[in-house]
Structure formats: structure tokens, C-alpha cells
């Protein structure tokens, strides 16, 4: 993440006032900035970040914003914040192919569905008519 990007986000983590509903949202620049952090958070969504652990990367933010003394090196740890990275987005993963298995099985319990082998469930809608009924059929795809 770029370093200005990294500074914009502490800044706002650190300067904005902080009451249990966040801050009130009454200047631009306030909801300018609200925005800034929302859009810095995409690229920590991919961590899938507890309470706590956002609390850490905060401080580390906080602590290299305003080059405060660092708890860690960060060269040594960027092989095992790619590797963190990449076991968030696995679990993430697992948790929506089962989410996904479901839809399909339900999708394919309801009646007139078919299954295909490649795994389509396909529902008749409206058959068709005519010579090639199978080529003319409304269907809905999962």
C-alpha cells in the first residue's frame, strides 16, 4: 500500500474525534475524509479483520504515521502479511463455496429442475413448442 495512502488512513484513525456512533459528519472535508477511509478500508477487506486485530494495524499505523518507535521491523514481515493475506482470502473462499453448494442444492431440489452433469441446474419455465422444443425453451439458469 502506498505510504501516503498508509499516512491518510492513520490520520484520519488518529485525528478524527471518536464518540460510540464514530464522529458527526458535518463539514466536507469531514466526509471527505469519512470517504478516504472507506476507501482505504477496500484494501483491507481482504483480511477480514477482528475488533482486535484492526486495533493492532491501527497502532502500527498510528506508530508509523508519527514516527513513533516501531514494535517490529516491517521488511521481515511482509512475506507473512502476504501469507496472512492469502489464508484470510482462502477461508473466505471456503466459507462462500459452501454458501454457493447450498444455493445450487436448494436451486436443484426445486421441482422441474435438472442437474446437468457440468453442475448447470436449469429450471423449464415455459415449454416450448415446435419442431426442436429443446433448442426454443425458456429456462432459468443457476
Same mark, same amino acid.
Given at each position: 500500500?502506498?505510504?501516503?495512502?498508509?499516512?491518510?488512513? !492513520?490520520?484520519?484513525? !488518529?485525528?478524527?474525534?471518536?464518540?460510540?456512533?464514530?464522529? +458527526?459528519?458535518? &463539514? +466536507?472535508?469531514?466526509? &471527505?475524509?469519512?470517504?478516504?477511509?472507506?476507501?482505504?478500508?477496500?484494501?483491507?477487506? &481482504?483480511?477480514?479483520?477482528?475488533?482486535? +486485530?484492526?486495533?493492532?494495524?491501527?497502532?502500527?499505523?498510528?506508530?508509523?504515521?508519527?514516527?513513533?518507535?516501531?514494535?517490529?521491523? !516491517?521488511?521481515?514481515?511482509?512475506?507473512?502479511?502476504?501469507?496472512?493475506?492469502?489464508?484470510?482470502?482462502?477461508?473466505?473462499? @471456503?466459507?462462500?463455496?459452501?454458501?454457493?453448494?447450498?444455493?445450487?442444492?436448494?436451486?436443484?431440489? +426445486?421441482?422441474?429442475?435438472?442437474? @446437468?452433469?457440468?453442475?448447470?441446474?436449469? @429450471?423449464?419455465?415455459?415449454?416450448? &413448442?415446435?419442431?426442436?422444443?429443446?433448442? @426454443?425453451?425458456? !429456462?432459468?439458469?443457476?
Amino acid at each position: 500500500m502506498p505510504k501516503t495512502v498508509v499516512s491518510a488512513l !492513520v490520520l484520519l484513525l !488518529v485525528a478524527a474525534p471518536v464518540s460510540a456512533a464514530g464522529p +458527526e459528519l458535518k &463539514t +466536507e472535508e469531514q466526509k &471527505t475524509l469519512y470517504a478516504l477511509g472507506l476507501a482505504l478500508s477496500q484494501s483491507l477487506s &481482504t483480511f477480514a479483520l477482528s475488533d482486535k +486485530e484492526l486495533e493492532l494495524v491501527k497502532e502500527g499505523l498510528s506508530d508509523g504515521v508519527l514516527v513513533r518507535e516501531h514494535k517490529v521491523e !516491517v521488511q521481515p514481515y511482509m512475506p507473512k502479511i502476504q501469507e496472512f493475506q492469502k489464508s484470510r482470502m482462502a477461508a473466505a473462499a @471456503t466459507i462462500e463455496k459452501k454458501s454457493g453448494e447450498a444455493y445450487m442444492a436448494k436451486a436443484a431440489a +426445486e421441482k422441474g429442475a435438472t442437474k @446437468t452433469p457440468s453442475g448447470i441446474v436449469i @429450471t423449464t419455465i415455459k415449454p416450448g &413448442t415446435g419442431a426442436s422444443p429443446g433448442a @426454443t425453451d425458456k !429456462v432459468k439458469v443457476h
